[in-house]
């Protein structure tokens, strides 16, 4: 199984341009979730959600759009890219509700620069 | 806010000691787990314990879960070279629908 699958691995972006990253996950899960990491910061949850056609915001969702048309993918937009959006983005999945609950899974990270 | 917070920030010790890292939280939970991360890598479960367990082993891994005082401790045993990463602990809220996240404890094994 591939897991939970990320791309682009590295971006660089200019104020203000807009991008798509993209998670998808052959698993089966549920929950879906996005999550920015700067140092010192540990984990903060963009977005997240629980099954196809439902989103729900997290603790720092400002910048950031999701959509959740299938149970596969689950894409997060920049609409116009800021330098406090250079981090490190990590998309993670979970069988929500389904065996011990929300043990995540993660892809290796989406590394993010914006000038 | 973020639910978890870790003590220390940053600990390093020699190969074959014993590694203790502490976990604090806010509110009641589901279960509380634990995460490596290697560097540059995404995170990678370790271990759940469950709100009504109060201790639990997977390996050299020892966690033990103090509801009433709202904290969790990891510990690995005789560290090795390879347990050289950031651990996270995280919380399953009762009634939310997420994990909330630690800021992570950095460990550096010494060879």
């Known amino acids: 199984n591939a897991g939970v699958t990320q791309t682009p691995k590295f971006q660089v972006l200019k104020t203000g341009q807009s991008m798509t990253l993209q998670c998808a996950q052959d698993m089966n899960h549920e929950y879906m979730s996005w999550y920015r990491q700067d140092p010192g910061m540990g984990l903060r949850l963009i977005h997240y959600s629980v099954g196809a056609g439902i989103t729900d915001q997290g603790e720092v969702p400002n910048g950031y759009n999701v959509s959740r048309s299938t149970t596969e993918d689950f894409p997060l937009r920049l609409l116009s890219a800021a330098p406090s959006q250079t981090s490190v983005y990590f998309c993670?999945?979970?069988?929500f509700g389904r065996g011990p609950k929300n043990i995540q899974y993660f892809g290796a990270g989406t590394r993010l620069s914006v000038l | 806010s973020q639910q978890g917070e870790e003590d220390p920030q940053a600990l390093s010790i020699q190969e074959g000691e014993n590694a203790t890292m502490n976990c604090s939280y806010k509110t009641s939970i589901n279960n509380l787990q634990w995460y490596r991360q290697n560097s540059g890598r995404g995170l990678v479960h370790l271990i759940l314990?469950?709100?009504?367990?109060r201790e639990k082993h997977s390996g050299r891994l020892r966690v033990t879960l103090d509801t009433s005082k709202k904290s969790s401790s990891l510990l690995i045993t005789a560290s090795r070279a390879a347990d050289t990463a950031s651990y996270f602990c995280?919380?399953?809220?009762?009634?939310?629908?997420?994990?909330?996240f630690g800021q992570g404890t950095r460990l550096t094994i010494n060879p």
């Open positions: 995280a919380t399953d809220e009762r009634g939310a629908q997420k994990l909330v």
């Open positions: 993670a999945s979970s069988s």
């Open positions: 314990i469950r709100s009504n367990e």
